[in-house]
Nanobody, 124 residues
Framework: QVQLVESGGGLLQAGDSLRLSCTAS????????MGWFRQSPGKEREFVAA????????FYADSVKGRFTISRDNAKNTVYLQMNSLKLEDTAVYYC?????????????????WGQGTQVTVSS
């Protein structure tokens, strides 16, 4: 049984930094690309970042490029999302997921085994 557990969310002010973690179990972690997505109330889930199996390649949404960094530690079965210079519009529930199909890393339909999500709230 695959399980993903996100942690690290919280209430912050604009300009702050935060690191999210997502620990996986039930899969051979190093054989999968991993991704982070987020969803705000009334909006569709959107791609944030993805990382290749050994972290060589990373992908970012334009809205977070230069501010967020995705990384992974295969020994710990964990993927991270370092978020710097947070903005009000970064407020969302953040989810990690396992990329199980397809070529592109940005489509949520290529992912499965979603975590329960962690809330990030940025205030002014």
């Amino acid at each position: 049984q695959v399980q993903l557990v996100e942690s690290g969310g919280g209430l912050l002010q604009a300009g702050d930094s935060l690191r999210l973690s997502c620990t996986a179990s039930g899969i051979t972690f190093s054989t999968y690309y991993m991704g982070w997505f987020r969803q705000s109330p009334g909006k569709e889930r959107e791609f944030v970042a993805a990382i290749s199996r050994f972290g060589v390649n990373t992908f970012y949404a334009d809205s977070v490029k230069g501010r967020f960094t995705i990384s992974r530690d295969n020994a710990k079965n964990t993927v991270y999302l370092q978020m710097n210079s947070l903005k009000l519009e970064d407020t969302a529930v953040y989810y990690c997921a396992v990329k199980v199909s397809g070529v592109t890393a940005v489509l949520s339909s290529n992912y499965a085994h979603w975590g329960q999500g962690t809330q990030v709230t940025v205030s002014s």
